[in-house]
């Protein structure tokens, strides 16, 4: 007779408190329950602690149980008994007859050796055990206080595998929750507050505008304060939540959460093998970064931001402004950034000059001449030039020369058209395209010989005083080397400017004198910086002017879906740093080329999934504008350990906390605070029924180009590391095949046809892992079709690297779904995401009522085909 037992453990102490756990073993009269007694931590187990088993008979067909026996043991039985090991009889309710045995081991992380082999049975080749369950994780080295404070309410699993030696090996699960997933878009929402609001003051900072860029002007500030306001709205919503440290599918669509990404944890394996050192293999699922709550009817970002591009051109035309293309307004944002870091920068260390004593002066004089450097490199863009010349001509009461020496006239039919900027000629736009925005030839101003002279005269003072000082100092230092002739090597200013001061100087007054200088010097520059910024900063309000209500709906999507994939790539590198602390090769490589981020996505290429990948390629390429720096905590609390953001939207930083201990023992560069860059790459494969239908009937082009671009990506990360640093410091694998061969493996597939690839996804999670990486899978809701490709990784990996006994590949991969079923992960069926594993999926919901159909001819044949098409895709 084919059955299932069921058995349930029940703990039990002087209070009679019950725990429960709940089992089954299928179509076996001998069973191995893949599941163990958790024994929660707020209530200890003790010597008399009792545990009771209790085993049913359930019948396939009905779905309906009958008791079968029961048994109970105390703690202190198993830990007195040889080899910790208890046969116990299951007797019925009434304690009269004996129905059968059942065999309670214990079993210990760590404690695997040859000798333990030695009761397997025959039987036990075809089983996989869980041998320990708990909802709070294990404590040891893992879960100290640094891990504690970024990862909590763990799940942890422990299995025992055979190997194909006949030894045992044990295989730990440890899923746990990051308050990360909170935390990081709480705070990225207020750096946007407070990014807009500086962005509302800098626009009036302008000063007095023409009466057409001043109303320009006072509509973009009501659009940054309308962002302002719903942000706020946002964070206090989110300030209210309490619970869980994650957002679960199901309010995947609510507004005040979209900020935050869904069902991010960690996943983390620990394989403990005989004679071995022990293995780590990690990697964060979370759902794909994309704007759920705004919906994917238009499409996702990628498109979006391309349809409104080509709007803003003719935006512009009906603006009066000079059309910017993305990588302009990208590099006045950076120029932008640039002012504000350096010019004080440059100010303080011109006040640490004067301070400095004699014999110290070269040294900061040639940190001041680096960072003015810095200064001039970043200015000297002709954008700046060309934006100062808009900005003086949308002043009120500009007059151009053409309107005050003979009338305007139509331009001719074969002439080209000027673009003008309210007064600026077409000869000072940016690109090429901008030509393609006509408006009135009429108003092309005439001032270029009086603002270039202007610019000029600036630069030429900031290269005058620079010079003065760093004659002062070279005098000074003839003066201690006893008038010795020293030749003065070629300063940044003689490259701005050939003027050289050359004058007697007073030795005795010598820091009154030099602090003038560096007076002047300070002037200048603050000079230059408010110009440059202004100039900026005019560009920036072209670009708002002309964009639309979609432009502010584009930019709260995108930092909607930023803020998801940031948050992921925060708790990946958080817990990859964590793991590779006392790894130096890891550590070098860490600041030598940065890390490689490796997305996975099991999105198809149909329907709104379509959207959910622009949106995400678009979130994963915007982190490439993201940096991490490691500092030392204040102390060793929750608070002083969380990772802090700053920046602006065109780069920000996050700041990982750690421990003193541990900050001490990192490399030089680490302690110093250099900046660490992530490197990441996204790769897609759809493996779904809709996936079927979309490389049937319809375009996978954006799926084939994201591969191919990553790729690109991927394989340029590997010419750097290995260029920079030796095999040495990657960690080593039991398989030998190397990387250059499996990235030629992988540019393969990534241009071969082939329906649903995934050779592609293991090929980029293995390159990912032997070069140090940090692995992410994703799916719609990181629900169903990523648990099925992190167990499968998961097994493959104990195949491959551990030498999983073959036939217990399938059984251990059951046993981890299984599992997973058991905790509801992979229960929810809310949309078709696990192809044949769907035993209980109900219908489908495109075969409509035939009824409602029947009225029309046409709308029954429609009705057959569809039918058909998914009919063939379900089951193929």
Same mark, same amino acid.
């Given at each position: ?57 359930? @019948? ?23 080899? !910790? ?48 369950? %708990? ?16 990862? !909590? ?15 045992? #090996? ?238 305007? @006239? ?20 940016? &690109? ?10 009429? @108003? ?27 004659? #002062? ?80 709906? &584009? ?7 930023? %803020?998801?994939? &940031? ?27 940065? &890390? ?43 608070? @002083? ?129 032997? #070069? ?50 058991? !905790? ?53």
């Amino acid at each position: 007779m084919s059955s299932r037992y069921r058995a349930a453990t029940k703990r039990r102490k002087t209070d009679a408190r019950n725990i429960y756990s709940l089992q089954t073993g299928k179509r076996t009269r001998d069973p191995v329950f893949p599941s163990g007694v958790s024994f929660p931590l707020d209530c200890p187990v003790y010597n008399d602690t009792f545990i009771k088993v209790s085993v049913y008979g359930v @019948s396939d067909e009905q779905q309906s149980s009958n008791f079968l026996g029961t048994s109970r043991f105390s703690v202190a039985d198993l830990l007195h008994s040889k080899d !910790q090991q208890l046969s116990l009889s299951l007797r019925t309710a009434d304690d009269s007859v004996t129905v059968g045995t059942v065999l309670v081991s214990r079993m210990k992380m760590g404690e695997i050796e040859d000798g333990e082999v030695d009761h397997i049975t025959a039987d036990m080749h075809q089983k996989c055990t869980l041998v320990y369950e %708990s909802s709070h994780g294990i404590n040891d080295k893992e879960n100290g206080p640094i891990m504690n404070t970024v990862f !909590q309410n763990a799940v942890c699993k422990v299995y025992r595998f055979q190997t194909v030696d006949s030894k045992w #090996m044990l295989v730990r699960e440890q899923m746990a929750e990051c308050t990360l997933s909170f935390s990081i878009p709480k705070q990225l929402i207020g750096l946007c507050i407070q990014e807009d609001t500086c962005r509302i003051q800098e626009l009036k900072d302008l000063g007095e505008l023409s009466p057409h860029w001043h109303n320009l002007r006072k509509d973009v500030i009501s659009r940054y304060e309308q962002i302002i306001k719903e942000y706020q709205d946002t964070l206090v919503e989110l300030e209210k939540l309490t619970g869980p440290s994650f957002k679960p599918s199901c309010s995947k669509g609510q507004k005040y959460l979209e900020f935050i990404p869904i069902n991010l944890h960690t996943q983390r394996m620990r394989v403990t093998c005989p004679r071995k050192t022990d293995s780590c293999y990690d990697v964060v699922t979370v759902g794909a970064p994309a704007a759920h709550s705004q919906g994917f009817k238009n499409g996702g970002l990628q498109k979006l931001l391309s349809k409104y591009e080509s709007e803003k051109k003719s935006y512009s035309t009906a603006y009066q402004c000079i059309y910017y293309p993305p990588e302009q307004t990208t590099k006045a944002r950076e120029i932008l950034s640039v002012v504000s870091q350096l010019q004080p920068h440059i100010t303080a260390l011109a006040d640490q000059l004067l301070q400095s004593p004699r014999d110290a002066l070269r040294d900061t004089l040639k940190s001041l001449e680096d960072k003015t450097e810095q200064f001039v490199h970043a200015l000297k863009d002709e954008l700046v030039k060309s934006a100062l010349l808009a900005l003086h001509a949308a002043r009120p009461g500009y007059v151009s020369k053409s309107q005050t020496s003979a009338p305007s @006239s139509p331009p001719e039919p074969n002439e080209e058209p000027n673009v003008v900027c309210n007064n600026v000629n077409s000869s000072q736009t940016p &690109l090429k395209e901008s030509k393609a925005s006509p408006v009135r030839s009429d @108003s092309i101003p005439h001032h270029k010989e009086y603002d270039e002279e202007e610019w000029d005269r600036v630069w030429a003072s900031v290269a005058k005083s620079l010079n003065s000082v760093i004659a #002062m100092v070279e005098k000074l230092q003839e003066q201690d080397n006893n008038n010795q002739e020293s030749t003065p090597c070629q300063t940044l200013a003689d490259v701005i400017t050939s003027h050289s001061p050359d004058r007697p100087m007073d030795v005795v007054d010598w820091r009154d004198q030099l602090g003038v200088l560096v007076q002047s010097l300070k002037e200048c520059v603050l000079d230059v910086a408010e110009r440059a910024r202004h100039s900026v900063i005019f560009v920036l309000l072209q670009e708002a002017a002309c964009s639309t209500a979609q432009g502010l709906q &584009l930019q709260q999507r995108r930092d909607t879906v930023f %803020s998801q994939a &940031l948050t992921a790539l925060a708790c990946g590198f958080v817990m990859r740093l964590y793991a590779g602390l006392e790894d130096k090769g890891f550590l070098r490589q860490l600041h030598a080329v940065g &890390l490689v981020a490796q997305f996975e996505s099991l999105l198809s290429t149909y329907s709104e999934e379509i959207g959910m990948l622009e949106d995400m390629e678009v979130g994963i390429s915007d982190l490439t504008r993201v940096t991490f720096r490691i500092t030392e905590a204040l102390s060793e609390d929750s608070a @002083s350990l969380t990772p802090i953001i700053s920046g602006r939207r065109d780069r920000y930083t996050v700041e990982v906390p750690l421990p003193h201990d541990a900050f001490q023992t990192l490399p030089d560069e680490l302690r110093q605070g250099k900046l660490l860059h992530v490197i990441p790459v996204l790769f897609n494969v759809g493996i779904n029924e809709q996936q079927t239908i979309a490389e049937r009937f319809g375009d996978i082009s954006l799926q084939e180009r994201i591969n191919q671009k990553n790729f690109e990506i991927l394989e340029g990360y590997y010419k750097s590391l290995s260029n920079t640093l030796p095999s040495e410091c990657l960690p080593s694998f039991q398989t030998q095949t190397d990387i250059k061969e499996l990235l030629e493996t992988l540019g393969q597939n990534v241009v071969t046809k082939k329906r649903k690839n995934v050779e592609i996804l293991w090929l980029a999670g293995t390159i990912c892992r032997r #070069m140090n990486g940090i692995r992410f899978t994703s799916c719609k809701s990181a629900k169903d079709r990523t648990s099925m490709s992190v167990t499968l990784e998961q097994c493959c990996l104990l195949r491959d690297e551990h030498q999983l006994n073959k036939d217990y590949f399938v059984r251990a991969l059951d046993c981890m779904r299984s599992g997973r079923l058991a !905790q509801g992960e992979l229960a929810q069926w809310d949309d078709p995401e696990a192809g044949s594993i769907a035993i209980n999926k109900p219908a489908s919901r495109h075969f409509y009522p035939i009824a409602l159909l029947l009225v029309s001819s046409h709308l029954l044949v429609v009705w057959l085909i569809l039918s058909l098409v998914f009919l063939l895709a379900k089951y193929q």
